[in-house]
């Protein structure tokens, strides 16, 4: 069986603090030759030795634009990991003139307790998930999005095998070209003429 990713992908990564995006970043990019990982945080602290938020977020953000095109244009499927916790800065990343490109976002589910542990076991403190919880909005729109459950080491196994599908596959619901198109106006119309004329 080929187990080799299809097509090219710009893969956003989001939740909180301790959710597993650098380790699920880290693993995607060691299996995968032609996987880049991009980390908004060491790029803040190379730029400026600062955490979130640095003190020029727009450049953070807009180097990061930058990097992700022309790691797409040489052929490179770009993992940007970062909080990214709103819609704004998810649609940011995912959006890029490089085609053609699979967009998938990357949600981090890990339940508030667990969260919680982990930032009190990393940081001695849990005010990450609190200042996080602030910003953090449910994705909306029309952004393709794979939940990747992380409670433990078998959660992640299982949600990672199931990526890894995903990314494999020639047919699935997050290439473009295999989502239903929209139905115009007119084929509307036609439609609903047929089913009225049906019943009557």
Known sequence: MDDAVKGLWNI???????????TLAKKLVNENPYFARVGVDELRDMLFGEVHPCRDE????????????????????????STAPDNVTREF???????????????????????????IEKFADSSPVFAWEKRWQTPKGRIPIFKFRNNDSEDFS?????????????????KPEFRPPLLSIQEIRETLRSLLKRRS
């Open 58 to 81: 727009f450049l953070a953000y807009s180097l990061i634009g930058e990097i992700r095109d022309v790691l797409l244009k040489r052929g490179y499927s770009p993992v940007i990991d």
């Open 12 to 22: 956003v990564l989001s939740g909180y603090p301790r959710s597993g995006k650098t």
């Open 93 to 119: 990343l995912l959006a890029t003139k490089a085609k053609p490109v699979n967009r998938l976002l990357v949600i981090l589910d890990v339940d508030r307790q667990v969260l919680v542990a982990r930032n």
């Open 158 to 174: 299982l949600y990672y095998a199931r990526l890894k599908e995903v990314l494999q596959s020639e047919i699935h619901p997050f």
